[in-house]
């Protein structure tokens, strides 16, 4: 049974830091694409990152750009969300997803696998 499951949710303050961990089971993730996309309440879920299966390519909305990085280890069939400077708008359920498409895709309908979520609140 495949999975992904995320960790390293929680409650910070404005200006504060967070990583967010992605660990997959089940398969080898190694020539997937790993994404990030995120839900607020009352919001569609929007991305938030992405990053191809070499590492050698990565994606960012643009109101994360310099502030998160993603990163992925594919000796522990592992992605990351490290994510700095944290503001309310922020605030949102994190998922991981996993793409058999080559380029870091923004497309939610391209990812194959998701996992449950993980929740990030920023406090004012």
Do not use: H
Request: aromatic share 12%; glycine share 12%; proline share 3%.
């Amino acid at each position: 049974q495949v999975q992904l499951v995320e960790s390293g949710g929680g409650l910070v303050q404005t200006g504060g830091s967070l990583r967010l961990s992605c660990a997959g089971s089940g398969r080898t993730f190694n020539t997937y694409t790993w994404g990030w996309f995120r839900q607020a309440p009352g919001k569609a879920r929007e991305f938030v990152a992405a990053i191809t299966w070499s590492g050698g390519s990565t994606s960012y909305r643009d109101s994360v750009k310099g502030r998160f990085t993603v990163s992925r280890d594919n000796a522990k069939n592992t992605v990351y969300l490290q994510m700095n400077s944290l503001n309310p708008e922020d605030t949102a359920v994190y998922y991981c997803a996993a793409s058999g498409v080559m380029g870091p895709t923004r497309n939610a309908p391209s990812y194959d696998y998701w996992g449950q979520g993980t929740q990030v609140t920023v406090s004012s």
